[in-house]
């Protein structure tokens, strides 16, 4: 009798699974802001609001869910076909709500907070991005993997990025003093909250005024003597930038040609082409000590 009881027993929970939506368990992940999203199933409609948050969800093989993107979310080429709900200049929470998105990932410091916070009022999930340090790219990886229902993809593609990562790391024979150039007036860097900044030490340089409190700090004339950069870095589309810095030979970077320019996506994109932007970094900084 025990033996009969035990099989309706199994045939009933074996009914239970079978039911529609049964089955599915709830995806919970925490992200960059320390918030806990949840879904009750993998997001199929997903509005993403930073280049880099797209080129994470097609590392995931997730891009055929991207239902809105900013402008500039142009990698890869079919990315530029998605339709676009703002740009830096401003987000249309409206154009995001028309796209019937059943997942919102925002840019924490990009992306406004009032945008965020109608977003949490309406009950549509939020995954916030924010990667700061060299290893939050793959986290995100795997967190947007999850939420999309690729999570195998997603762990794949944050491996692939981790074990690219090892393998750039590198010790110089010396360690160069490095002056990341954000904007020339006023003339700002990056402060150590920054990727970048991340990257730099990463490749065996010293990054200059990574010690300031806030994250894009202004850099007087008198403080950047003093620190002596021995290499000045900046992202840009060509090499007009370093036309500034020409007569400044006070500044051993400039006395001794060290100044190299960067491919602006790939570094300034927190996202799976982060160690492209990385591989440049390192190079140049071997080369520059190496010619020294």
């Known amino acids: ?5 035990a099989f309706l027993a199994h045939l009933l929970l074996m009914a239970v699974l079978l039911l529609p939506g049964a089955a599915l368990a709830a995806i919970e992940v925490t992200d960059d ?3 806990t999203v949840t879904l009750d199933r993998p997001a199929e409609r997903v509005v993403a609001l930073a280049p880099h948050i797209v080129e994470m969800l097609y590392a995931v093989e997730a891009g055929e869910r991207l239902v809105g993107a900013l402008q500039g979310s142009d990698y890869p080429e079919a990315a530029k076909q998605i339709p676009r709900v703002g740009s830096y200049r401003g987000i249309a929470l409206e154009a995001i709500m028309a796209r019937e998105p ?4 925002t840019w924490r410091s990009g992306t406004p907070r009032s945008v965020v916070e109608r977003l949490d009022a ?6 916030e991005s ?4 060299l290893d939050d790219v793959a986290d995100n990886l795997r967190d947007l993997g999850l939420l999309t229902g690729h999570s195998k993809v997603g762990e794949r593609a944050a491996r692939a990025f981790e074990s690219r990562l090892a393998a750039l790391r590198q010790t110089l024979s010396e360690t160069p003093r490095v002056f990341y150039q954000l904007g020339h007036n006023p003339l700002t860097t990056l402060g150590d909250g920054h990727i970048i900044t991340q ?4 490749c065996g340089g010293k990054p200059l005024f990574a010690e300031r409190s806030v994250l894009v700090p202004e850099i007087g004339r008198e403080a950047l003597i003093e620190a002596r950069p021995e290499v000045i870095l900046s992202a840009s589309r060509s090499d007009d930038w370093q036309r500034a810095w020409q007569g400044h030979d006070w500044l051993p970077a400039v006395r001794d040609g060290h100044l190299y320019t960067l491919d602006p996506d ?5 996202g799976p082409r982060l160690v492209e932007g990385i591989a440049q970094v390192c190079q140049v900084l071997e080369r520059a000590t190496r010619s020294s």
Request: charged share 25%; net charge positive.
């Open 1 to 5: 009798m025990c033996r009969i009881y």
């Open 33 to 35: 802001a320390g918030n």
């Open 102 to 105: 059943d997942l919102v990932v």
């Open 122 to 127: 309406l009950g549509v999930p939020v995954y």
């Open 130 to 133: 924010e990667p700061r340090r």
């Open 199 to 202: 990257a730099i030490r990463h």
């Open 266 to 270: 790939p570094i300034s994109r927190p």
